[in-house]
């Protein structure tokens, strides 16, 4: 049988990171190393295999590195220094430029406000 979803762990974009970190997990609230991030397979009622990177506390449905599983340390950045390793996520990628064009963007705090809105 052949259907169009892929089982291939390491071809889904929520697969844990190459180099292992702490992690938490947003719905569990448990905090574990994220080579313990476990791949399963389930079959939908039609038989088609989907598999998902899953939080490995029984009993949670957290899924997906990135997902429902983030990184412990807020400034954790993968090996390329970005949030994923996915080859077709060039806009996940941090570096120092973006600092500088975050920084021209600011209107320097002149803000005016609509008297308009009611909120
Ligand atoms: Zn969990």
Known sequence: M????????YDDPFHPPTIPTMVNC?????????????WRIIHNRDGAELGFWCCPTPG??????????????????DERG???DDDDADWY?????DDADA????????IEFDDDVPF
Do not use: M, V
Not at 60 to 77: H, K, M, Q, V
């Open 2 to 9: 052949s259907d169009s979803t892929s089982c291939d762990p």
């Open 26 to 38: 947003l719905h569990c609230g448990e905090q574990y190393d994220s080579y313990l991030i476990e």
């Open 60 to 77: 949670c449905d957290g899924l997906g590195f990135g997902c429902d599983i983030l990184p412990a340390d807020p400034e954790w950045r």
């Open 82 to 84: 970005g949030w994923c």
């Open 93 to 97: 990628d941090y570096d120092d430029d």
């Open 103 to 110: 920084a021209d963007l600011d209107p320097g705090g002149d």
